[in-house]
């Protein structure tokens, strides 16, 4: 089956640890994408990427940081420096950006102790 | 400022009634708008795909239109049912960015 893979599903971090939230995707999807969710506000973009080797930063990338080695994969680090890192995760993907349907991955939830 | 906002927050429903969920949208230079479900504690599930070229989109109960002159989508749910229960959200974009609604948390009940 395609789609998007997002792992751990629940992460736990003491403050001051980085940690890296995965995201696999066999759709063949150029564009990916990772939004934060948090209770009564709508998803906001921290990063997204639109080919191998390029991202840009989203509207929310201080405190987090993002690789686009290969095509499949986009994880995301969440830095010591992120104030308030805990958060439920999304990564997304689409063809290319522009192009309409986003597919979303099952989402990482990280609590910070 | 864009600004995509979606009334009401919750919705609680006897199962079989025919519902409509709103999103509004304050320019209307869209690119496309989608429709997604979330469940609890999971990720976002697309329903429905409206291309700024196109007036309404349709996939088995669900019928979401799109009127981009008075910025306005609607979420049509026919003969709803308890498992239609979760967050409905809707997606704006733009060439430049994708701007989501917070939600109708919708509730059917038996």
């Known amino acids: 089956d395609g789609g998007i893979t997002q792992s751990p599903k629940y992460l736990f971090r003491k403050e001051g640890q980085n940690v890296t939230l995965s995201c696999e995707q066999n759709?063949?999807?150029?564009?990916m994408y990772w939004y934060r969710q948090d209770p009564g506000q709508g998803l906001r973009l921290i990063y997204y990427?639109?080919?191998?080797?390029?991202?840009q930063k989203g509207d929310i990338a201080e405190g987090y940081s993002v690789s686009r080695e290969k095509k499949e994969s986009f994880p995301l680090t969440v830095t010591s420096a992120q104030k308030n890192p805990t958060a439920f995760y999304l990564c997304?993907?689409?063809?290319?950006?522009?192009?309409?349907?986003?597919?979303f991955g099952e989402g990482s939830r990280l609590t910070v102790l | 400022k864009q600004e995509v906002t979606q009334i009401p927050a919750a919705l609680s429903v006897p199962e079989g009634e025919n519902l409509v969920l709103n999103c509004s949208f304050t320019?209307?230079?869209?690119?496309?708008l989608q429709w997604f479900r979330q469940d609890p504690g999971k990720g976002l599930t697309s329903l429905l795909l409206?291309?700024?070229?196109?007036r309404e989109q349709t996939s088995g109960r669900l019928n979401a239109s799109l009127d981009k002159s008075s910025g306005r989508s609607t979420l049509y749910i026919a003969a709803s049912q308890p498992g239609d229960s979760a967050t409905y959200l809707c997606?704006?974009?733009?060439?430049?960015?994708?701007?989501f609604g917070t939600g109708t948390r919708l509730q059917v009940f038996p």
């Open positions: 990427s639109q080919i191998v080797n390029d991202f």
């Open positions: 997606a704006v974009e733009y060439t430049d960015k994708l701007i």
């Open positions: 997304a993907s689409s063809l290319t950006t522009n192009t309409g349907e986003l597919f």
């Open positions: 409206i291309q700024s070229s196109q």
């Open positions: 759709l063949n999807h150029d564009a």
């Open positions: 320019d209307s230079a869209i690119y496309n």
